[in-house]
T-cell receptor, first 113, second 114 residues
Framework: GNSVTQMEGPVTLSEEAFLTINCTYT??????LFWYVQYPGEGLQLLLK?????DKGSNKGFEATYRKETTSFHLEKGSVQVSDSAVYFCALRGMNRDDKIIFGKGTRLHILP | GAGVSQSPSNKVTEKGKDVELRCDPISGHTALYWYRQSLGQGLEFLIY????????KSGLPSDRFSAERTGGSVSTLTIQRTQQEDSAVYLCASSVADYTDTQYFGPGTRLTVL
């Protein structure tokens, strides 16, 4: 079945550092891929998404590229801020209309000032 | 606000008691979802509503868990005879029509079973 694997946290970085959170997936065909973010005390929010191979999703300075050849969708940001501290979830949804979104276990990110 | 709301935000209960968790989806959203978020386990799908019917209940972990939705709007997740392993954050989400649409999440209810 479909699955998502993302790097375990917590990840601790200094402000302005470069961020990568790895995500790989297993699925048949061409699933849609997502990154969700959960700020402290809040629900999940969709951060970005990509629906076909080589698409790049971007939002708030974050980017992720849909790599079919490596089945990956790594999240990157060039210069993180303290306000980026949150839990980040990689997710996928299969191609069938009835396919549910499957979430990774989440990666907690701490940014130090 | 026009987002998904959940109540209560926190619930502490004793083992063996029943609890009800409430979700108010975004107005006009047909689809509603319940998830469970346990420490270090990510999000676990529980149930999906399309209108008032639940075409997918595959994630409910046992028959102690049930959910209903009335008027195509508010949903209640009920856990009977709670166990300590039920302790988690229960998240509700809604979307315009179905799985293909972006899901909008509520802030969750943190359930602690003593």
């Amino acid at each position: 079945g479909n699955s998502v694997t993302q790097m375990e946290g917590p990840v601790t970085l200094s402000e302005e550092a470069f961020l990568t959170i790895n995500c790989t997936y297993t699925a048949t065909g061409y699933p849609s891929l997502f990154w969700y973010v959960q700020y402290p005390g809040e629900g999940l929010q969709l951060l970005l998404k990509a629906t076909k191979a080589d698409d790049k999703g971007s939002n708030k300075g974050f980017e992720a590229t849909y790599r079919k050849e490596t089945t990956s969708f790594h999240l990157e940001k060039g210069s993180v801020q303290v306000s980026d501290s949150a839990v980040y979830f990689c997710a996928l949804r299969g191609m069938n209309r009835d396919d549910k979104i499957i979430f990774g276990k989440g990666t907690r990110l701490h940014i130090l000032p | 606000g026009a987002g998904v709301s959940q109540s209560p935000s926190n619930k502490v209960t004793e083992k063996g008691k029943d609890v009800e968790l409430r979700c108010d989806p975004i107005s006009g959203h047909t689809a509603l979802y319940w998830y469970r978020q346990s420490l270090g386990q990510g999000l676990e799908f529980l149930i999906y509503f399309q209108g008032n019917s639940a075409p997918d209940k595959s994630g409910l972990p046992s028959d102690r868990f049930s959910a209903e939705r009335t008027g195509g709007s508010v949903s209640t997740l009920t856990i009977q005879r709670t166990q300590q392993e039920d302790s988690a954050v229960y998240l509700c989400a809604s979307s315009v029509a179905d799985y293909t649409d972006t899901q909008y999440f509520g802030p969750g209810t943190r359930l602690t079973v003593l």
